[in-house]
C-alpha cells in the first residue's frame, strides 16, 4: 500500500513497487482475530479501480471488463436480496407449520399449518379454530378432545415437541456450526469494524443456523428470529462475494456488501425495507459510505419482493403485524405513553443487566460446560409453564399481533368480550364499552403471561441456539401497553365527565384504542433494549402499516432511550460485545482522560528504543533478529535511523511470509 512513496536515497524504488504491485500468496491476508488494515485495503481497491480504467482505452474486451466491474456490486445486491428473501420464507412457512405440530395435526394435509388447514372450513368465523380438519394430539389419539386426560396429553405432546426441537437445535450447532448460536447481531458489528472472525460468516454457520433457526422458534422458546435473520442474510453476502474478485480479496469492500446484506436482513424479518437500510446505518454498520446506502436500499427491496412474492403469512401483504384502525390520538394521551416509554426503558436497562450477569456467569463457571442440559432445562420449564396460559401457548408473533388488533364486531378473542352495545354504532368504529368477564379474565392472563416473559427471556438469550431478541422484547411491551390501554378506555367509559377526558372524549365515542397502546409499549421496550431511535420508529410503523401514529411512536422510543441511558449507557448488543471482549471501536463511546500523554507513552526515556524497520539500510537478517526478539503485530516503517520519519506500517505476518 505504499508503492507510492519515492523517498530520498532508495536505489530499488522500481523493483520495491513492482514486488508490491504483485504481492506473494499470504501477503496482504488476515490471521484469525486479527483486524484488517482500512488504509491498505482502500489503497489497494483505489489502485485496482484505476489500473481498470487505464486499461478500459486499450480495447473493447479491456472496456467491457471495466462495465462489467462496475456493474458488478448491483449484481451482487440482487443476489443477496433474492437469496436472503427465499430463505426467509423458507424460514417463515417451516416455522409456522413446525409450531402448530405443537398442538395438532391437519388431516386435510400434513403439511398444513393450523390456519391454512381451516381456510376451506365450512365453520363460522367464531368457530375457525374448531374446524373438523385440524385435529388436537387428544383427538387424534383418543378419538376426543374433551376431559382431563385429554387435556394432560395435549399438555405432554406440547411439551415432548418442544423438548425435541430444542434439543435437536442444540445438537447440532453444538456438533456442526458452534457459531450458529445466539443472535449473531454483536459479532456482525464487530466484523464490519474491522475484525476477522473465520468460519462465523460460511457455508455450515448457514446451512445449520437456518435449520436450527426454525427448531429454536417451533420449540416455543422465548426468543424471536429477526436477530438470526440478519446473521443470515450476512453469511449470503460473504458466500456470494466469493462469485466476485473485487470483493472476495478485499476486506473492506467486502464489509459495505455486508452493510447491505445486514439491511436485507431486517428487510425480510420485518418486511420493512426502509427500517433495514436505517438499522444498518444506525446500529450495525462502521463504514457506511452513500454508495452503500443506495445498495442497501437495493438489497433490502429485492429481499422484500422476494418474500412478498414467497407470500408465507398467506394473507398478500408484506408486513408482519398490519392494523386495520385508524383512530385519532389525542393530546393528552401522549401522557400515558411516556409511561410507556418510561416502563420500557426500566425493563430494557433491568434486561441488559441482568442476561449480562447471567451470561457472564454462564462463561466463567461450570454451567458454560453443558449447554445441552441448560437448553433442556430452560425448554422444559417454559413449556410446563407457557401451556395453562393460552396467551404464552401460542407463538410470541401470534401474541403480538392478537395484541396490536383492535376489537370489532365479529372478533371472538377474550380481549373482545365487551359488553355489547352496537346501537352507537357508527361506520367500523366501535365505541368504548364495559369490559365483560372475559376481558378481566385475559387481563390476569396477560400480567401473568408479562411476568414470565420478563425473567424466562433473560435466561433464554444467550443459549446454544439461535435466538433472537427484537419479538421477545416487542411481547413485554406490547402485553404492558395492552394492560394500560384497556385500563385507560375503562376509564374513559366509566369516569367520561371528568375534565380530563369530557373534552374530547364523549359518552359512546370511540377514544382509546388499547391496539395503539401495546404498539407504543412494544416500541418502548425494543428500543428500552436495542437504544435505537429513528430505525425504530421506521421499523415499527412499517411493520403495522400505522403511518398516523408516528408521534407517539417517536415519544416512546425517546423516552425509553433517555431512561435506560441514564441506567446504563450501553444496548444489548455493544454489552455482549464488551462480554466477549470482541475489539470493538465505538465512535459513540465517551471517555474521561485524566492522565497526560507522556506518562503512558512507550517507550519512556529509560526504555529501549522503538522497534521500527528502516527503508534503506536493514538486510533480511536484521528483519529476522526483529521477528524473532519481539511479538509485536506490526512495525512502523521510517526513512531511516536518522530521520525517523514515517512512511508506513508493516504487519509481522506478511514478514514472515515474504521472507
Known sequence: GFSSYNGGGMNGTSTMMDFLEEPLPGVGTYEDFNTIDWVR????????????????????????????????????????????????????????????????????????????????????????????EWKSWSQLILGHGEGAFAYILNYFMYVVWALLFSLLAVLLVKGFAPYACGSGIPEIKTILSGFIIRGYLGKWTLIIKT???????????????????????????????????????????????????AAAGVSVAFGAPIGGVLFSL????????????????????????????????????????????????HLLELVPFI??????????AFFIRSNIAWCRRRKTTKLGKYPVLEVFVVTAITAV????????????????????????????????????DFNSTKGDDLPDRAAGPGVYTAMWQLALALVMKVFITIF??????????????????????????????????????????????????????????????????????????????????????????????????????????????????DAHIRLNG????????????????????????????LTVITQDSMTVEDVETIINETTYSGYPVVVSRESQRLVGFVLRRDLIISI
Open 582 to 609: 470482541y475489539p470493538f471501536l465505538e465512535a459513540k463511546e465517551e471517555f474521561s482522560h485524566k492522565t497526560l500523554a507522556m506518562d503512558v507513552m512507550r517507550p519512556r526515556r529509560n526504555d529501549p528504543p
Open 211 to 261: 435449520i436450527t433457526l426454525v427448531l429454536a422458534v417451533s420449540s416455543g422458546l422465548s426468543l424471536g428470529k429477526e436477530g438470526p435473520l440478519v446473521h443470515v442474510a450476512c453469511c449470503c453476502g460473504n458466500i456470494l462475494c466469493h462469485l466476485f474478485t473485487k470483493y472476495r480479496k478485499n476486506e473492506a469492500k467486502r464489509r459495505e456488501v455486508l452493510s447491505a446484506a
Open 41 to 132: 485495503e482502500k489503497s489497494r481497491d483505489r489502485d485496482r479501480h484505476r489500473e481498470i480504467t487505464s486499461r478500459s482505452k486499450e480495447s473493447t474486451w479491456a472496456l467491457i471488463h471495466s462495465v462489467s466491474d462496475a456493474f458488478s456490486g448491483w449484481l451482487l445486491m440482487l443476489l443477496i436480496g433474492l437469496l436472503a428473501g427465499s430463505l426467509a420464507g423458507l424460514i417463515d412457512i417451516s416455522a409456522h407449520w413446525m409450531t402448530d405440530l405443537k398442538e395438532g395435526v391437519c388431516l386435510a394435509g400434513f403439511w398444513f399449518n393450523h390456519e391454512h388447514c381451516c381456510w376451506k372450513s365450512n365453520t363460522t368465523f367464531t368457530d375457525r379454530d374448531k374446524c373438523p
Open 460 to 573: 433464554t438469550f444467550g443459549m446454544k441456539v439461535p435466538s433472537g431478541l427484537f419479538i421477545p422484547s416487542m411481547a413485554v411491551g406490547a402485553i404492558a401497553g395492552r394492560l394500560l390501554g384497556v385500563a385507560m378506555e375503562q376509564l374513559a367509559y366509566y369516569h367520561h365527565d371528568w375534565a380530563i377526558f369530557s373534552s374530547w372524549c364523549s359518552q359512546g365515542a370511540d377514544c382509546i384504542t388499547p391496539g395503539l397502546y401495546a404498539m407504543v409499549g412494544a416500541a418502548a421496550c425494543l428500543g428500552g433494549v436495542t437504544r435505537m431511535t429513528v430505525s425504530l420508529v421506521v421499523i415499527m410503523f412499517e411493520l403495522t402499516g400505522g403511518l398516523e401514529y408516528i408521534v407517539p411512536l417517536m415519544a416512546a422510543a425517546m423516552t425509553s432511550k433517555w431512561v435506560a441511558d441514564a441506567i446504563g449507557r450501553e444496548g444489548i448488543y
Open 282 to 329: 444506525e446500529e450495525v454498520s462502521y463504514y457506511f459510505p452513500l454508495k452503500t446506502l443506495w445498495r442497501s436500499f437495493f438489497a433490502a427491496l429485492v429481499a422484500a419482493f422476494t418474500l412478498r412474492s414467497i407470500n408465507p403469512f398467506g394473507n398478500s401483504r408484506l408486513v408482519l403485524f398490519y392494523v386495520e384502525f385508524h383512530t385519532p390520538w
Open 385 to 420: 409453564l407457557a401451556f395453562p396460559n393460552e396467551y404464552t401457548r401460542m407463538s410470541t408473533s401470534e401474541l403480538i399481533s392478537e395484541l396490536f388488533n383492535d376489537c370489532g364486531i365479529l372478533d371472538s378473542s377474550k380481549l373482545c368480550e365487551y359488553v355489547n
Open 339 to 348: 409511561l410507556l416509554g418510561i416502563f420500557g426503558g426500566l425493563w430494557g
